[in-house]
């Protein structure tokens, strides 16, 4: 199938080494809510999720 990280590595070459790596964690939890219906992500794992998630978003809006 065509997941986060299939896609990533489709661009692979035009991505910063440290985007594809927090793009990999922020795929690593989405999945876990996707297929795991009773997921529940630790509170000491939530702030840097978002934080990762932040600056994904904000690195993805600089390349285009």
């Given amino acids: 199938g065509i997941g986060i990280a299939e896609l990533v590595d489709s661009v692979s070459q035009r991505l910063p080494d440290h985007l594809k790596h927090r793009i990999r964690r ?5 999945n876990e809510f996707v297929h ?16 990762d998630l932040d600056a994904v978003i904000g690195d993805l809006i600089e390349l285009l």
Avoid: I, M, W
């Fill in 36 to 51: 795991n219906y009773s997921y529940k992500l630790p509170v000491a794992e939530q702030a840097p999720f978002l934080a």
């Fill in 26 to 30: 922020v795929a690593t939890v989405r």
